[in-house]
């Protein structure tokens, strides 16, 4: 996967990574943010206003899992338990599961599924699933149901609702994390940001409280397996390594016991459909009363199966192998990690399937600990993503972490299809970073950007997220052009990216989903089919607030270089292009009509910091002028007073910086 007008990386480059800041989580809805859990198999809201402990949110009949499957039979739209119930009859138009084809291309699509996907025409990968009666849905729609109906079932609760944390696997990737939100978006719901769905557990337990600390997170839910171990330092979690098993969950345990039932109940050969679908909801019930008890009994009528006694040996006998399964894999997670067990400050559980005694009797040994199972492994993520709702809602907690960290690198492609990195994996976000790259012949005109993200250091093995082309370079020898790019990455994980060329001053930015995300005007019809409007207008309104202090500070120190810039010992030069380089970015991103409220306000801040010790001098300077004449003691004063305001102008920032 070579480019056509390859370029290479300048050695001398630039290369700057921005400090994170901390989200500017101003007041506005206090106590009205909810937390989201969108699972594979249920999902869950919960909340925590004003500091309050987390707790779900129930359906009228005091059930507070959904399960994730959205019904299209008919003219309704039917989320939850009685989607699920017509889920066997109409398998076509009832979707589970349907968080695997998050972000995915249709040649992706490589499991087992019983839909029919079609092709979207001239959308790339995109595709929709065919629900009959002339219906096509995309697996965003599809998820922003079951979101929808969270967001109800709030509203019902609560009253408005500001705004939601939504989780996501760690290992997501930037096409599944923006479908996530655009579903969120459909839904009517202002994302106040998505969260990996380990932190949320990390989160929920209260472990940021102790600043540092190495976790493992161990989560077996229905349809899949997922292991992460965390590290935390300095209040922010990085998530050292993920592993685990996409096909491997509580429904292969039920599997395992459906088959032993048919067997047992005298059976040779293959069961009928409507058996299987029978035999699977038994076995369901009898696996989870297993978690309680030593033995249940179970009967199938149509299998000829009356009130068989299952013991809970007998079912651990079925699915050793699988638990094994997962047990390697956490092996192979820390081994990447580089973390013996024993280092582990703990080891968290969650999901469903966490309950089985097997399980945890397994997490212990390989551990050597006890794993946490005090709060519900099924609803510890939500109560996670419910904290972090309510204090981006605007609630003061007490030392909550806000950090979060990108899960993957991101670079672009340079000459011979190699990956020049530009944000590291695990780097706190929000981040800016930029590189200068050069022309690799005279006779080019054009560069390719090729934008990927992965940890491997050919692009060909990343994953490709955009490409795009920057036009009108001069001729130049080569290694003589200058084409900076430069990466933002905002709290969410999502990216921009802007290429310019220094001389000419040509640009070309992208805001990075195209492949596999909606297309604006697909969002813009399904936010206009939804029912709330409120959440862009805000986030236009922040934008446009953050724009404006921006340029500010900008005006300021732009007028103080012309002023006395130029004038002996005010500004080294050192100082002088790091001062020009926060402008020509604080620049760049206004000149970005989408920029984000939250990168904006991060290159002010990095902009007051560049300029601080500038304008320093230049106070002092206008001090001395003014106090020709005085005594050593007034000016002494003088400079006193100043000083103060500008250390409370610091400690502003820094209280905003945690890491620094
Ligand atoms: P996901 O994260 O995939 O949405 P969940 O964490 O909700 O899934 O886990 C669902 C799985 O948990 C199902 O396979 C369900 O049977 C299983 N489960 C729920 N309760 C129990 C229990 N008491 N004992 C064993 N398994 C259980
Ligand atoms: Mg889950």
């Not at 930037?174 to 557990?201: C, F, H, N, S």
């Not at 709060?375 to 007490?398: C, F, H, T």
């Not at 409007?533 to 500010?552: I, K, M, N, P």
Request: aromatic share 4%.
């Amino acid at each position: 996967m070579s480019t056509q007008e390859p370029m290479i990386a300048d050695t001398g480059a630039l290369f700057q990574i921005a400090e994170p800041t901390g989200r500017q989580a101003t007041p506005r809805a206090p106590g009205r943010g909810i937390g989201i859990d969108l699972g594979t198999t249920n999902s869950l809201v919960a909340v925590a206003p004003h500091g309050e402990a987390p707790r779900a949110l129930r359906d009228a009949s005091g059930r507070a899992l959904l399960p994730s499957v959205v019904s299209y039979v008919g003219d309704d739209v039917v989320v939850g338990y009685e989607a699920m119930a017509a889920q066997e009859e109409h398998s076509c138009a009832v979707i589970s599961s349907v968080k695997r084809f998050m972000g995915r291309g249709i040649a992706d699509v490589t499991w087992p599924h019983p839909y029919r996907l079609v092709s979207a025409s001239g959308g790339g990968e995109l595709f929709r699933v065919d629900v009959g009666g002339g219906r096509l849905v995309t697996p965003v729609e599809v998820s922003a149901a079951v979101l929808r109906a969270l967001r109800e079932r709030a509203e019902a609760v609560m009253g408005p609702v500001d705004g939601a944390v939504i989780t996501v696997p760690a290992y997501f990737d930037d096409a599944q994390r923006q479908a996530t939100r655009d579903a969120g978006k459909i839904a009517g719901l202002k994302v106040y940001r998505l969260l990996a769905e380990p932190t949320a557990a990390a989160l929920a337990y209260g472990l940021d409280r102790g600043g540092r600390g190495l976790f493992a997170v161990y989560d077996l839910g229905g349809g899949t397996f997922d292991v992460s171990v965390l590290r935390l330092h300095d209040g922010v979690f990085q998530v050292l390594a993920t592993g685990g098993d996409s096909a491997l969950g509580g429904d292969d345990l039920d599997r395992a016991l459906a088959a032993y039932l048919f067997t047992a109940g005298g059976h040779e050969g293959a069961p009928s459909r409507h058996q299987q679908e029978l035999l699977r909801i038994a076995a369901r019930a009898a696996k989870e009363a297993l978690s309680e008890r030593e033995s249940v009994r179970v009967s199938v009528a149509a299998c000829g199966i009356e009130g068989f006694e299952v013991r809970r040996e007998t079912f651990e006998g079925l699915i050793d192998g699988l638990i094994e399964r997962t047990i390697r894999a956490c092996r192979a997670t820390l081994r990447d990690a580089g973390v013996q067990p024993r280092e582990l400050d703990g080891v968290v559980l969650v999901g469903g399937s966490t309950r089985t005694p097997l399980v945890r009797a397994a997490v212990a040994r390989t551990f050597g600990k006890h794993p946490l199972a005090d709060i519900d492994p099924d609803k510890v993520v939500a109560y996670g993503a419910a904290i972090q709702a309510d204090v981006l809602s605007g609630s003061a907690r007490e030392g909550v972490t806000l950090l979060d960290v990108a899960p993957l690198s991101l670079g672009i492609e340079t000459m011979g299809g190699m990956v020049e990195k530009i944000i590291p994996r695990n780097a706190a976000i929000p981040i800016a970073a930029r590189q200068v790259f050069t022309n690799y012949s005279e006779q080019q005109t054009g560069m390719q950007i090729h934008v990927v993200q992965g940890e491997r250091e050919m692009a060909g093995e990343c994953r490709s997220l955009a490409r795009f082309e920057l036009r009108g370079i001069p001729r130049l020898p080569p290694s003589m052009a200058r084409v900076e790019v430069s990466f933002q990455l905002d709290a969410d994980a999502l990216l921009t990216v802007t290429a310019r060329e220094l001389m000419t001053g040509v640009r070309q930015s992208v805001e990075v989903k195209p492949t596999y995300g909606l297309n604006d005007e697909e969002i813009d019809r399904m936010v206009i089919e939804s029912l709330d409007h409120a959440s862009e207008d805000f986030a236009a309104r922040s934008r446009a607030e953050a724009r404006v202090e921006l340029g500010r500070v900008v005006l300021a120190v732009r007028a103080a270089l012309a002023e006395v810039g130029g004038l002996p010992g005010v500004l080294p030069a050192a100082e002088r292009s790091a001062v020009e380089m926060q402008l020509t970015l604080a620049d760049e991103a206004m000149a970005e009509p989408q920029s984000a409220a939250d990168m904006l306000t991060l290159l002010r801040n990095q902009l007051e910091r560049a300029s601080e010790p500038f304008a320093r001098r230049r106070m002092e300077r206008a001090l001395r002028a003014g106090m020709e004449g005085k005594s050593l003691h007034e000016i002494e004063q003088a400079l006193a007073v100043e000083e103060a305001a500008l250390d409370e102008r610091r400690g502003a920032h820094s209280a905003e910086t945690i890491e620094g």
